[in-house]
């Protein structure tokens, strides 16, 4: 059974019902710098992280010629609608943080570029049955891949006072997070609360500065705990130093400072400690930032595209 037919055989048993959601939809955010950046080779072997609606695929295909080859993953079943008729396109239902094993499944060691936009794509936002917005009114879901058992629900009703203050403070920077969990830790019992606007309307008494950017940041935290996405970008990260290799380049497009610390930390050589230690304790650099200061959008680009506005880019050359 070939890798696509499998893809395709795991979709029947999914209980959502495709035909009832909008096709996935997803603005490519710094199309061309990044394309631009990550091309070195035209014959060369690529990967595109975070496939979504194609858009960043599409055009590296634009940039390869006929022996190119472009290993894409997603691991949300949604984005395989946009599989891209060409030969040279694999198309992978798997989360990131899983390439290297699933490219050594397919037969490759090394790469000569890998491409991650980070985050939630619009399609995710307006998508109002997957739960990612605080106008929603259905489920608080948040699943990236919808045949996982963890929902943004099953963590508020089921983790400890403990847990979800370090999950708001750490994935949220919510400086009030200590009695906004006392209180939802006392009443969620003897409330039912499991839509996302009943829960942004719970926590309305406890925000301060614009409401829209506080119930941002607080599902923002969730989302991520949800889905594992700062574990999985570091795995990324550590497996890229394996794959991509001398003079190949890794470019990262973040949306929050939690993702831009740990990308601009790791092209800094200062994680991970056990790996970039040479014999005489000396760190090294596994890739070298190309980009002095971090490559952002034009203002065409955020008029065009609003949600653009928060993106930074990082460009790192291996070095080793």
């Known amino acids: 059974m070939s890798l696509w037919i499998l893809l395709l055989w795991q979709r029947k048993f999914l209980d959502i019902k495709m035909s009832e959601i909008k096709k996935y939809e997803h603005q490519p955010v710094l199309l061309t710098p990044s394309v631009d950046a990550l091309i070195t080779d035209k014959s060369g072997i690529y990967v595109d992280a975070t496939f979504g ?5 599409k055009e590296i295909l634009n940039h390869l010629n006929d022996d190119g080859k472009l290993y894409a993953f997603d691991r949300d079943i949604d984005a395989l609608d946009n599989q891209i008729s060409d030969k040279r396109l694999v198309l ?32 995710h936002f307006d998508a109002d049955q997957r739960g990612f917005s605080f106008q929603s009114g259905t489920a608080l879901d948040m699943r990236m891949n919808v045949e996982q058992d963890l929902t943004a629900e099953l963590v508020l009703k089921s983790y400890s006072e403990t847990e979800l203050i370090k999950i708001l403070t750490e994935f949220g920077e919510i400086t009030n997070a200590k009695p906004l969990v006392a209180k939802w830790i006392k009443e969620r019992k003897m409330i039912n609360i499991n839509t996302c606007d009943a829960f942004a309307d719970w926590l ?3 925000v301060y500065g614009k409401r829209q950017k506080y119930l941002a940041q607080v599902f923002q935290a969730l989302r991520i705990e949800v889905n594992g996405e700062l574990e ?3 795995e990324l990260l550590i497996q890229s130093g394996d794959l991509v290799q001398a003079k190949g380049k890794l470019v990262v497009i973040s949306y929050h400072s939690l993702e831009d610390r740990i990308v601009k930390s790791y092209f800094k050589g200062e994680w991970p400690i056990d790996s970039n230690v040479d014999v005489f304790g000396k760190r090294k650099k596994i890739f070298k930032q190309v980009n002095k200061e971090v490559i952002v959008p034009d203002q065409k680009e955020i008029e065009f595209n609003s949600r653009s506005r928060s993106a930074k880019m990082r460009v790192g050359e291996k070095q080793i």
């Open 53 to 57: 609606g194609g858009g960043h695929s």
């Open 232 to 234: 999985s970008l570091k």
């Open 92 to 123: 992978v239902k798997s989360d990131f943080r899983y390439l290297k094993k699933y490219l050594r499944y397919l037969g490759v060691t090394k790469i000569n570029g890998l491409l991650a936009d980070l985050g939630v794509s619009s399609w």
């Open 204 to 206: 309305d008494p406890f």
